[in-house]
């Protein structure tokens, strides 16, 4: 391989965005995962995204043994430095051929190289969309993360153990915009207000 499938950079930039735009006043706001504040959610970001620049760097240890459920995360004081900077490490990490191959690790888990970059996107698709409805912003995903966590999300579907990662699925209609298919397959109501 000598072009990574997917560049995640377009992806973690309206990431890195979103969360700019995110207010003091907002870190306490209720998001669509029911245990996470805004501020869980910018420090569940954070946490993975360093965890996925490491499982694509194949430097594996406590940033990619840790299993997300292992604590409720925080954002912490430094997150508006911290958080641009190891987003756009995520992204070049993966920018190398090498990280989509071989084997890695993340959440503790050991999967194939394509398959955790698969798991990247969907988790910076998916939470970016969090944090912009708990924010109150207009969402517009890179097409192409998008496309690749609605197809990583669909091969899924079946899959009886999917419901203890995701929750069930949300049906959405067939003529529904792709991103409210995705947002229903990942198991949240696309219609979800704070």
Known sequence: MTVPPLDLGPQTRVIALLAEGVTDEQLGHATPCPAYAVRHMLGHLLGLSAAFRDAGRKDLGATTDTPPTDSLPDA?????????????????AWRDPAA???????????????????????????????????????????????????????????????????????P???????????????????????
């Not at 912490?76 to 070049?92: M, N, Q, S, T, Y």
């Not at 959405?172 to 704070?194: E, F, K, M, N, Y």
């Open 76 to 92: 912490g004081p430094g997150w508006r430095e911290e958080l641009p900077k190891v987003l756009d490490e995520l992204a070049e």
């Open 100 to 170: 989509w191959t071989g084997m890695t690790r993340a959440g503790g888990v050991d999967l194939p190289g394509e398959i955790a970059a698969a798991v990247a996107v969907d988790e910076l698709l998916v939470h970016g969309w969090d944090l912009a409805v708990a924010t109150g912003r207009p969402y517009d995903p890179d097409p192409a993360a998008l496309q690749a966590s609605y197809d990583f999300l669909r091969a899924s579907a079946e899959d009886p153990s999917r419901d203890a990662i995701f929750g069930p699925i949300v």
């Open 172 to 194: 959405v209609p067939d003529s529904a915009p792709l991103l409210d298919r995705t947002i229903g397959l990942s198991g949240r109501d696309p219609g979800w207000t704070r």
